[in-house]
């Protein structure tokens, strides 16, 4: 080994790249904004498209069937008017299942964090007793 070379600070290198990069993927999935997650409202969704998902019943009553049958009525100002299916759209919340997809994401993020962290302690009790070790070989 040359001079100057000190292959234990690789440990303490190796673990604070390590801890930027996966940390900073860990921190990024934390802060991500709330709002987000709603289908847009110009891709809402259909009675006919959500009829697998939900049932929305009004007095007991199915809405897609009260929609067929012209039972349901927009009352505005100056007018009424029939609502069909074409009137009505549903956005999700879909948080939960990109909650569901980030799961292994953020798993194997934190396990590569406290692998960094021991790479960092690591390379630090072994700098350290290096350090140690050349100061006592130099007094000899």
């Given at each position: 080994?040359?001079?100057?070379?000190?292959?234990?600070?690789?440990?303490?290198?190796?673990?604070?790249?390590?801890?930027?990069?996966?940390?900073?993927?860990?921190?990024?999935?934390?802060?991500?904004?709330?709002?987000?997650?709603?289908?847009?409202?110009?891709?809402?969704?259909?009675?006919?498209?959500?009829?697998?998902?939900?049932?929305?019943?009004?007095?007991?009553?199915?809405?897609?069937?009260?929609?067929?049958?012209?039972?349901?009525?927009?009352?505005?100002?100056?007018?009424?008017?029939?609502?069909?299916?074409?009137?009505?759209?549903?956005?999700?919340?879909?948080?939960?299942?990109?909650?569901?997809s980030w799961l292994g994401r953020a798993s194997f993020d934190s396990a590569a964090v406290m692998m960094a962290l021991l790479f960092i302690i690591y390379g630090l009790i072994t700098s350290t007793s290096a350090k140690k070790d050349s100061?006592?070989?130099?007094?000899?």
């Open positions: 080994m040359r001079p100057g070379q000190n292959p234990k600070f690789a440990y303490l290198l190796i673990g604070l790249l390590m801890l930027l990069v996966f940390g900073t993927n860990g921190l990024m999935l934390v802060m991500t904004p709330d709002d987000i997650w709603w289908t847009p409202e110009s891709m809402a969704l259909s009675v006919d498209d959500v009829s697998d998902r939900v049932t929305v019943l009004i007095n007991g009553q199915n809405l897609n069937e009260l929609l067929e049958d012209g039972k349901i009525l927009s009352v505005a100002s100056d007018r009424t008017v029939e609502l069909s299916k074409a009137d009505v759209g549903f956005r999700f919340n879909n948080w939960d299942r990109i909650k569901a100061a006592s070989e130099a007094g000899t």
